[in-house]
C-alpha cells in the first residue's frame, strides 16, 4: 500500500519542482545587472532560451508551456525588448522548436545537444529579428542579434554544465 | 491490459492535444500584445513602470556587489598606473589653471556685459543623483534603470548625464525607479550643433556604441575631433550640453563617440531644467510635477549651472 506524503515531502516536492523555471528567472535577473560591459550587455534575452531548452528536454513536466510564456512576459516587463510581447514570442518559438527536437537530442551526446541549442535559439532569434523588423518597418541591424546568439552559444556549457549538477542533486526522482 | 493501455495513450494523446492548443493560443496572445502594445503605448508603459518599481528594491540589492567588483578591480587598474596618471594630472593641472584665470576674467567681463544688456539667465537647474540597478539593454534596445522615480522628483524627459557629457533621456517614470533611453538606442533623437562650424543636426542612436548624425547640411565640412554638443531646438534639453565628438566619417556617414562611458556608470544625474518641452507632454505627463521637488534622504540636490 502507497503512502501518503505528508505535508513536508509535498512541499519538499514543490519546491523542488519549481527548480526549473526558478533557475530561468533567476538567469533572467542576472543578465539585467549592470555588468556595464557595453559589448556584452545584450546578453540577457538569448540565455532565458538556455534553461529553457535544457529543461525542455530533460524535464519537459516541469517547463510547461505556460511557464516558458510567462518568463518571455517578465523579460518584456523588464523591457528588454523595443516591442512588448517580442520576447514571449521568442520564448514560445524556442520552445517549440525544443519540443520538436526533444527525441532526437534528448539522451543524445552533449556536442548533439550543444547543436540543438544552436538551432533552437538561432530559429528564435531570426523570428525576434523579423518580428522586430516588421514592427519598425524597416531593416533592422542584425549584428547585436548575431552577437547575442553567439554570448548564448558560448555560455550554453557553462550553464548545462551548473543545471546537470542541480538535476543531479535535486531533481533525480521529481519528473 | 488492452484497456488500460487504450486509456494511457488517450490521455497521453489528451495531453499534447492541450499542449498544443495551449501553444498556439499563447501565440496568439503574444501577437495581440504586441499589437496593443504598438496601438497603446499607455497602458504598456505603466505596466512596465509597476513591474520596475517592484522590482527596484531587489536589483538595488544585487547590483551592489558588482559595483563593489567593480570598484576593487579599478582600484588595482589605478594603483597600477599611479605614477603616469600623475604626471597627467600635473600637466593637466597647470593647464587647467592658466584656464582658470582666463575664465575668471571672462566670468568678470560676462557679469559686467550681462548687466549691461538687462539680460535674463536661464533658469536654475535641479537635479536627481541616481544609482543604475539594472542594464535592460539588449540587441534592439539600449536603456538603464535607475533607482529614483517620481517620488524623487523625476519627470519624464530630463536629461540623463554623467560628469562627462549626455548619456540619454528618462523615458518611463515609476515611484521609485525609472527607465533611462541611452543615446546609442535606435530609437533616440537629440537636436545638437557641430560646436566649431554651428551647423545643426540630429544626433540618432543605431544600437552600436557610436550614434549617427543625420541632416546635416549638404556642403558641410565636418572633421574627426569636432564638438557635438546639444542645440536645444525642441526645448527638452538646454542647448550647449556637451554630447560627444566625431570620431570617423564613412560614405557621408557622420559617427560621434559620446564623452559619457556608458559601459561604465554607476550614477547617472537626472537634470530638470524646467523647460516646457514636448516629450514632458506627451503621454499624459502632469508637467506641473516638476517644479515641486521634494527632498528624499538618498537622493542629492544642488543647484546646476546659472
Known amino acids: 500500500m502507497a503512502l501518503r506524503p505528508t505535508v513536508g515531502q509535498q512541499l519538499d516536492l514543490a519546491a523542488r519542482r519549481s527548480i526549473p523555471v526558478g533557475l530561468a528567472v533567476l538567469i533572467l535577473f542576472i543578465g539585467l545587472l ?23 528536454l530533460y524535464r519537459p513536466r516541469l517547463m510547461s508551456v505556460w511557464a516558458v510564456a510567462a518568463l518571455g512576459l517578465i523579460g518584456d516587463l523588464l523591457g528588454v525588448t523595443p516591442l512588448f510581447g517580442v520576447e514571449m514570442l521568442t520564448a514560445l518559438v524556442g520552445y517549440r522548436v525544443a519540443v520538436s527536437q526533444r527525441k532526437v537530442f534528448a539522451g543524445a551526446p552533449f556536442i548533439i545537444v550543444w547543436a540543438g541549442f544552436l538551432l533552437m535559439s538561432a530559429v528564435a532569434g531570426a523570428v525576434q529579428w523579423l518580428v522586430v523588423s516588421i514592427f519598425a518597418e524597416s531593416i533592422v541591424d542584425p549584428r547585436p542579434a548575431l552577437l547575442m546568439y553567439l554570448i548564448g552559444a558560448v555560455c550554453y556549457p557553462l550553464c548545462a554544465y551548473a543545471f546537470a549538477a542541480i538535476q543531479r542533486k535535486s531533481l533525480v526522482r521529481v519528473f | 491490459m488492452k484497456q488500460r493501455v487504450g486509456s494511457v495513450s488517450l490521455a497521453v494523446a489528451a495531453r499534447n492535444w492541450t499542449q498544443r492548443f495551449a501553444f498556439v493560443l499563447l501565440i496568439a496572445l503574444a501577437f495581440g500584445i504586441m499589437l496593443i502594445g504598438k496601438a497603446d503605448t499607455v497602458v504598456i508603459s505603466r505596466a512596465r513602470t509597476v513591474v520596475i518599481d517592484m522590482l527596484a528594491p531587489v536589483m538595488n540589492a544585487a547590483s551592489r556587489p558588482i559595483a563593489s567588483a567593480k570598484d576593487v578591480a579599478s582600484e588595482v587598474q589605478d594603483l597600477i598606473a599611479l605614477k ?41 537647474a535641479t537635479y536627481v543623483t541616481a544609482s543604475v540597478i539594472a542594464d535592460t539593454s539588449s540587441s534592439y534596445v539600449r536603456s538603464l534603470i535607475v533607482l529614483a522615480g517620481a517620488g524623487d522628483g523625476v519627470v519624464k524627459g530630463q536629461a540623463a548625464i554623467t560628469g562627462a557629457g549626455l548619456a540619454g533621456r528618462v523615458l518611463e517614470v515609476g515611484q521609485r525607479a525609472s527607465r533611462v533611453l541611452l543615446l546609442t538606442d535606435i530609437s533616440a533623437r537629440v537636436p545638437v550643433i557641430v560646436e566649431r562650424t554651428r551647423d545643426q543636426a540630429v544626433l540618432a542612436g543605431n544600437n552600436s556604441e557610436n550614434p549617427e548624425l543625420r541632416y546635416l547640411p549638404r556642403d558641410v565640412d565636418i572633421k574627426v575631433g569636432d564638438r557635438i554638443v546639444t542645440s536645444g531646438v525642441g526645448g527638452n534639453f538646454p542647448s550647449g550640453l556637451p554630447v560627444g565628438e566625431v570620431v570617423r ?42 517644479q515641486e521637488i521634494a527632498s528624499p534622504s538618498r537622493a542629492r540636490f544642488a543647484p546646476g549651472v546659472e
Not at chain 2, 587647467?96 to 536661464?122: H, M, Y
Not at chain 2, 556617414?253 to 514636448?278: C, H, K, T, W
Open chain 1, 34 to 56: 549592470p555588468w556595464n560591459v557595453t559589448t556584452l550587455s545584450p546578453v540577457n534575452a538569448n540565455l532565458v532560451l538556455i534553461p529553457i531548452y535544457y529543461w525542455t
Open chain 2, 84 to 124: 603616469d596618471e600623475n604626471a597627467r594630472l600635473q600637466r593637466e593641472n597647470q593647464t587647467l589653471l592658466e584656464w582658470q584665470t582666463v575664465g575668471r576674467e571672462l566670468q568678470s567681463q560676462n557679469a559686467a556685459l550681462r548687466e549691461l544688456l538687462k539680460f535674463t539667465p536661464d533658469p536654475r
Open chain 2, 249 to 290: 566619417t564613412a560614405d557621408g556617414r557622420i559617427f560621434v563617440q559620446l564623452y559619457a562611458q556608458l559601459d561604465r556608470m554607476e550614477y547617472l544625474r537626472l537634470v530638470n531644467y524646467s523647460l516646457p518641452g514636448i516629450l514632458m507632454q506627451d503621454l499624459g505627463v502632469d508637467t506641473s510635477k516638476s
